[in-house]
C-alpha cells in the first residue's frame, strides 16, 4: 500500500495507475479536515508500486493485507486513514497487530456499510489503516464499536498507544468501484 499526496485532479491519478501491472486497487480521498488530497493505492507486489511515477515519494507500507466486512458490492463513499506513525519496536508493533486482528477486526466486521479495511505496515514498525465504508453512519459505528472491545488476554496497554492522527476523507475516485482482498 502506498499512500501519497494527490498533486493532480484525481480522474488524472486514476488513469495513469490504470495503465500499470499489479495494481489492486486504488482510491483518490479528500481529507474532511481540508487537508491536502491522498491517493491510496494497494499493490500486487512493491516492485509495481515502485514503476509508477503517481505513487512516488509515497509513504511505503509494503506488508498489506485485506480485512474483509460487509459484503455487498456498493462502492465506497467515505474513507477513515488512521495513522500509527513512527518507529515501533517489534513488540508494539505486534501488539498493534494482534489488537487489530483479534480484537478491533471482529468487533466492526458485521457493521453495516463496511466494506472492509487495508492495513499496512511500514519496515519501521509503522502502520496505516484505511477503512472503506458506504455511510458516515457506519463509520460512527464502528468507531463506538472498538471503543467498547475489552483488552485480551495478555495485552499490555503500554505497548498500545492509539494512533497518532486519524482522517475521516470523501472518496473521490475508487479503482476497482467495490473493495477488493488482496
Not at 501491472?21 to 481540508?34: E, F, I, N, T
Not at 467498547?148 to 499490555?156: F, R
Amino acid at each position: 500500500m502506498r499512500i501519497t499526496p494527490l498533486d493532480s485532479p484525481a480522474e488524472h491519478a486514476a488513469a495513469e495507475l490504470k495503465q500499470h501491472s499489479g495494481l489492486v486497487s486504488a482510491y483518490a480521498l479528500r481529507p474532511m479536515d481540508q487537508q491536502q488530497p491522498v491517493l491510496v493505492s494497494v499493490w500486487e507486489t512493491a516492485a509495481y508500486a515502485d514503476q509508477a511515477a503517481v505513487t512516488a515519494g509515497g509513504r511505503k507500507y509494503d506488508d498489506t493485507r485485506f480485512q474483509d466486512c460487509d459484503t455487498t458490492d456498493a462502492p465506497p463513499s467515505y474513507a477513515q486513514l488512521v495513522y500509527f506513525d513512527g518507529s515501533r519496536s517489534q513488540a508494539e508493533a505486534d501488539a498493534i497487530e494482534r489488537a487489530n486482528n483479534e480484537r478491533i477486526a471482529p468487533a466492526v466486521r458485521a457493521i453495516p456499510g463496511n466494506l472492509g479495511a487495508y492495513v499496512g505496515r511500514a519496515h519501521d514498525g509503522s502502520f496505516a489503516v484505511l477503512s472503506l465504508t458506504t455511510s458516515l453512519q457506519a463509520v460512527e459505528d464502528s468507531q463506538r464499536a472498538i471503543m467498547s472491545t475489552a483488552l485480551l488476554p495478555g495485552e499490555d496497554p503500554a505497548l498500545l498507544t492509539g494512533p497518532q492522527r486519524i482522517q475521516l476523507a470523501w472518496v473521490l475516485s475508487a479503482f476497482p468501484a467495490t473493495s477488493v482482498a488482496v
